[in-house]
């Protein structure tokens, strides 16, 4: 099996840009509140990383594997069914290990160790018949909110009580965190039960979205949901402003982004949720880059850190603020008024 084939097969493309960067970011917003020298803080992400991996191959793999039935039921091809039993235990033992062995070397405390079981056990239970609380109207997203993101990066910062380093988040700073990353966790996934409403009426799987319809359901997200998102990211982003000096250019950076995306998509006529979109973005994209960023001031080393990161993940701000906006609109745009150059005015027209 090539790696692309493996690639497919964990479904990759689905969680590397969306998942593992905000959780990873939760690594780094830990490292800002310690004093931990750099080596150790590089095998802290180093470890956290590989277990975010291990989980999401573990929880999309056993998601896919449980949905063999109802993918069949539904025209829809699974790729699992390609593979031999014993294979498909292999992967999935493999991507536990890889998941459950980075702790060990982490040296967690028992609270750190209680949310990363509590994020397998949740991954297992939203899946695995006869439980497979996915099937539950109410249960199925309360689950998938806390496992798409926050109850690792609760593993995550409650990691500093261990042998490593010890330090106190402000109580409002860290309460103020998770609500942001729940309400972000409870859009995603009424927005995908909207996106497979088909799917999932033809496989007769009873959702939020199925129950309630799409009409309420987008009501929810617009009215309740999304605003209060964007109050606590905009808390967040004060009281973080108030810890560390400058922080709020990231706010400021996020509204330019937001003009100009909105802009764009009025220019392009593109869905209304692309707000939704910019939201991902600020969690997926500019929040763990303003933390690595804040991190490089103070430490050079951490520059490293910030461009490997920027390189293993697609970053959307940086691609839309610094090649579609700055490169192509205004450096070839000025390029061809200077030179009039007609090899720049089909690349920039394209």
């Known amino acids: 099996m090539t790696n692309f084939e493996l690639f497919k097969l964990f479904r990759v493309k689905h969680w590397w840009n969306f998942i593992v960067p905000p959780v990873l970011s939760a690594s780094y917003f830990v490292l800002i509140f310690s004093t931990v020298e750099f080596p150790a803080a590089i095998m802290i992400v180093s470890l956290c990383f590989l277990s975010i991996v291990g989980t999401a191959v573990f929880g999309f793999f056993l998601n896919d594997w449980t949905d063999i039935g109802s993918d069949r039921m539904s025209g829809k091809e699974s790729r699992i069914l390609q593979l031999a039993v014993l294979k498909r235990w292999a992967i999935l033992l493999a991507s536990l290990v890889l998941a459950f062995v980075p702790w060990i070397f982490l040296k967690a405390g028992y609270i750190s160790i209680l949310f990363f079981s509590f994020q397998l056990i949740l991954l297992t239970l939203y899946s695995v018949p006869p439980i497979r609380l996915k099937r539950n109207v109410f249960f199925g997203i309360l689950c998938d ?47 995908h039960q909207i996106v497979d409403f088909e799917h999932d009426k033809v ?7 199925s129950r309630f319809g799409i009409t309420k359901t987008e009501l ?69 880059l303003m933390f690595l960023l804040y991190l490089s001031l103070n430490n050079p080393f951490y520059w490293f850190v910030l461009v490997f990161h920027c390189i293993i993940f697609q970053n959307k701000i940086i691609i839309k603020i610094f090649y579609d906006l ?16 007609k090899y720049i005015k089909s690349f920039f027209k394209g």
């Not at 496992?147 to 409002?172: D, H, M, R, V």
């Not at 450096?331 to 030179?339: P, R």
């Open 145 to 191: 909110s806390l496992y798409s993101g926050l109850t690792f990066i609760l593993a995550i910062l409650f990691l500093p009580q261990n042998s490593y380093f010890e330090l106190k988040y402000p109580l409002i700073l860290l309460f103020v965190f998770v609500l942001a990353f729940w309400m972000r966790g409870l859009r995603n996934i009424l927005r």
């Open 203 to 209: 496989a007769a799987i009873a959702t939020f979205v």
């Open 220 to 288: 929810i997200i617009k009215r309740i949901l999304f605003p209060l998102e964007c109050l606590f990211n905009a808390i967040l982003l004060l009281l973080f402003s108030f810890n560390f000096p400058y922080f709020y250019i990231a706010g400021v950076f996020f509204i330019f982004y937001f003009l100009y995306k909105f802009y764009d998509s009025v220019k392009n006529k593109k869905s209304t949720f692309v707000y939704y979109s910019i939201m991902n973005d600020y969690f997926e994209d500019l929040l763990p």
């Open 326 to 341: 700055l490169y192509r609109k205004i450096a070839l745009w000025l390029f061809y008024k200077t030179f009039r150059n």
